[in-house]
């Protein structure tokens, strides 16, 4: 990156295939990030940022909007926020092997983006922290890579856009019940072409990711109820969780944490 000669204050964290860094600046910043090894995703504290690619395309951020800078594409930005954070991502991480791949952006009303948003104000602390066990780390960045690969998908070929519709089908249609055949019938794939698919780019089968957004979507509702708002019996059956004792073990192994802790930390806690 090249910008002006303000200075920068720094906190970094993570490991190699996801890492994070804060920046705080004492002025507007102008500059270019030329292509990289890496895949970052960015996003503002305050202030904007006006962003435009070597393809032409071009961008105005606002405050908490996550954006993609696709490692192969060069970037020119101007913005006058104070303060900003990066997550620079692995190509191996994201399933792009040769790091090649571009990304689009959601535009900023997409709805995909709010459950990277909380995801992002949820996790950042603990990817800095130094002291997170390795094994928590590596679930850690794979839980980031798979909603980042929710959110931006890749922008070109055939077989990417079959991704994006199965994943788009995926998030839509999470609070009903859903087959491997149906995500199949809604990308034009077969059963078990949608199979490959999604083991080639995110390392889960179809119903492993249907079961990670799902649980994302609880973790969501239940960080945002008040005490005795909603019962988490009735928000997991909600999104389509029969076995609450199956759910119970899934939300502890993704989050760290029981149902009822989450409530417990949310705004309604006292």
Known sequence: M??????????????????????????????TIGPRPEHVVFWLTDGRARVTSDGGGTWDVGAERPMMLSAPVAYGFDTDATAMTLM????????DGDGQTEFGQPDAADPRI????ALLRDVTGRVLDAALPADQRAA??????????STFVPARSDVEHRMRRAIRFVH???????????????????????????????GVTPMQYLREVRL???HLELGRSRSGASLVSDVARRWQFAHLGRFA??????????????????????
């Open 2 to 31: 090249t910008a002006s000669d303000t200075p920068f204050d720094y906190q970094v964290g993570g490991d190699d295939e996801l890492s994070i860094r804060r920046i705080g600046t004492h002025g507007p910043q102008s500059g």
């Open 88 to 95: 620079h991502l692995s190509p191996g991480l994201l399933g």
């Open 114 to 117: 709010e459950p990277l948003r």
């Open 140 to 149: 850690l960045n794979r839980r980031i890579a798979t909603v980042v690969l």
């Open 172 to 202: 839509d249609e999470a609070d009903r019940p859903v087959t491997v055949a149906d995500v199949a019938a809604a990308c034009g794939l077969s059963e078990r072409g949608v199979q490959d698919l999604f083991r080639r780019r995110l």
């Open 216 to 218: 994302d979507r609880v």
């Open 249 to 270: 073990a899934h939300y502890r192994a993704r989050f760290g944490e029981q149902p009822h802790e989450t409530i417990a930390r949310g705004p309604g806690a006292v």
